[in-house]
């Protein structure tokens, strides 16, 4: 088979769709085909098992994600100080090419931690589970919940993540001279564009479930596919979602399918350890009463 008709095959149907993925554009299930998806939804809102892990948002995790936007936040304006004060236009193309290599790096970042938190653990681990692992488990079944989160809760572990690399931005910055800035600007430019499409991943991902009222802006770049689109990431979302992990630009899923990528790594793990995909998962969808 060509490699674009294994693209077209793997492209999922709209029957597909409807038949194994919420529509989203649907929130209150109005859809509902009978009477036992209104009672015992299989996803949304009124899904019991969406309902307890959105009952479990502490607090604590509230602080946490609120110090980590402000302090992520706060490195990303000093360094793009330091970035426009060194910046050098004979060094545009390098610096272009590096920028971009960040956003592919972002892209892929996006879908192995989301493969690894859809994929594996439970809520039940201990510090991991019930801050981390939770959301995964809440969006599968209940999609449009991340469309009800404000600004901190969507994007406090996200935010998180880049903290280092700008940490290490602003070392260097401070620490090393000219001529060592002048050797690793194009460093520089990879990390910074890779911490900042990190961060901006689950904002990206909120707009692909947003189907009303988003600037006009973020539709065009989901249209030129530089932010994730809604139809792209719909693929995910179909039971029991396995494929398309990719979620920043999303420009990695097709080449990753067509290499098998994640079932080979899913088939070797669960060989070494004899634990199956997604089965904390599937429990969660299934507590239907």
């Known amino acids: 088979m060509s490699a674009v008709a294994?693209?077209?095959?793997?492209?999922?149907?709209?029957?597909?769709?409807?038949?194994?993925?919420?529509?989203e554009d649907d929130p209150n299930d109005n859809s509902a085909t009978n009477e036992?998806?209104?009672?015992?939804p299989?996803?949304?809102?009124?899904?019991?098992?969406?309902?307890?892990?959105?009952?479990?948002?502490?607090?604590?995790?509230?602080?946490?994600?609120v110090i980590c936007v402000w302090l992520c936040i706060t490195l990303m304006l000093v360094d793009l100080s330091f970035m426009a004060f060194h910046f050098n236009y004979q060094r545009l193309t390098t610096i272009l090419l590096a920028a971009l290599?960040?956003?592919?790096?972002?892209?892929?970042t996006s879908g192995f931690v989301h493969w690894g938190a859809d994929t594996w653990g439970s809520i039940e681990l201990p510090v991991l589970g019930k801050n981390f692992i939770r959301p995964f488990r809440e969006h599968h079944i209940d999609p449009t919940s991340i469309t009800r989160h404000d600004f901190i809760e969507t994007n406090g572990d996200n935010f998180m993540l880049p903290i280092p690399f700008l940490l290490y931005i602003c070392y260097c910055f401070c620490w090393h001279s000219h001529q060592q800035i002048e050797q690793q600007y194009a460093l520089f430019s990879?990390?910074?564009?890779?911490?900042?499409?990190?961060?901006?991943?689950?904002?990206?991902?909120?707009?692909?479930?947003?189907?009303?009222?988003?600037?006009?802006?973020?539709?065009?770049l989901q249209d030129l596919h530089i932010f994730l689109p809604k139809r792209h990431h719909r693929t995910h979302h179909?039971?029991?979602?396995?494929?398309?992990?990719?979620?920043?630009?999303?420009?990695?899923?097709?080449?990753?399918?067509l290499i098998h990528f994640w079932s080979?790594?899913?088939s070797i793990i669960e060989a070494l350890t004899g634990y199956k995909p997604r089965a904390d998962d599937l429990k969660w969808a299934q507590k239907r009463l």
Not at 55 to 65: F, M
């Open 238 to 257: 179909v039971s029991p979602h396995e494929t398309y992990f990719c979620i920043t630009t999303g420009w990695l899923n097709y080449p990753l399918e």
């Open 264 to 266: 080979t790594l899913e």
């Open 101 to 108: 290599a960040g956003v592919i790096t972002a892209d892929f």
């Open 190 to 220: 990879y990390l910074y564009l890779l911490a900042i499409f990190v961060a901006l991943t689950n904002q990206i991902h909120k707009w692909s479930h947003t189907y009303f009222g988003l600037p006009r802006w973020v539709t065009l």
């Open 36 to 40: 036992e998806e209104k009672t015992k």
């Open 6 to 23: 294994h693209a077209a095959a793997m492209t999922t149907t709209e029957q597909c769709l409807l038949a194994n993925s919420m529509l």
């Open 42 to 65: 299989r996803w949304g809102p009124s899904h019991k098992g969406a309902q307890e892990l959105a009952s479990l948002y502490s607090t604590g995790k509230r602080s946490q994600e």
